[in-house]
């Protein structure tokens, strides 16, 4: 069983990335695929909204998932495995979870299961304000995301500007030069496919 986090800062477009992308891994690739989203509050709003698509949902609430329900993560995935056995499990950690704590979280329930930690995808908002991606990573956590991750995904490329777009390329180069950038419309779907084979196959593939 696969493990891969979609993440990324608020309104960077989680929940319409892995709608599209659950969907198209169920329908082209033949896999079984389980979502879990964790929320801050007690609301599961996107849980709700994911349930609507026919998606199997777990939620985990009260807390981000690398931290305070760090264990509750271990377990849910145990249960998901036992349950209906996934090929594919894909977490919305909440926008301020950080890929590897989160890593760290999945390899918890690795003594109970055989799980694979898959990559880290960390979703960038296109509109984000210039500020909140200035700086260092150990002053300012959504650099510290963009540096933890294994693919940083462009998203919202339907309705950004190239220049908007290409100066957010040339800042997540910056803050990780090793992780795989590509572009995306979770809403239209444009690189999803390719987004899809990163995820699933690896980016040595």
């Known amino acids: ?27 082209k690739l033949n896999k079984k695929v389980a979502v879990i989203v964790n929320e801050i509050g007690n609301a599961p ?7 609507e698509y026919g998606l199997k949902v777990s939620t985990i609430g009260g807390g981000c998932i690398c931290c305070e329900v760090m264990v509750g993560l271990a ?8 349950a209906i056995d996934p090929d594919l499990v894909l977490i ?20 109970r299961i055989s799980v ?17 991606l200035a700086g260092e990573a150990e002053d300012n956590f959504i650099v510290r995301q963009i540096a933890n991750a294994d693919i940083i995904a462009i998203n919202k490329i339907d309705v950004a500007s190239e220049t ?17 950038l590509v572009r995306i419309s979770a809403l239209r779907g444009d690189g999803m496919d390719e987004l899809i084979e990163l995820m699933v196959k690896g980016i040595s593939s």
């Open 164 to 180: 908007r777009i290409k100066q957010c390329e040339d800042r997540a180069r910056e803050i990780n030069p090793n992780a795989k």
């Open 75 to 82: 377990d849910t995935l145990v249960l998901l495995k036992k």
């Open 116 to 132: 694979e930690v898959g990559l880290a995808v960390v979703l960038i908002d296109p509109f984000i304000e210039d500020d909140m």
């Open 45 to 51: 709003v996107d849980a709700k909204i994911l349930e």
């Open 1 to 27: 069983m696969k493990v891969i986090q979609i993440a990324g800062f608020l309104g960077s477009g989680k929940t319409t990335t892995l709608i599209s992308m659950s969907k198209a891994i169920g329908q």
């Open 92 to 111: 919305e950690p909440t926008g301020v979870a950080m890929p590897g704590q989160v890593k760290d979280a999945i390899l918890m329930s690795g003594s």
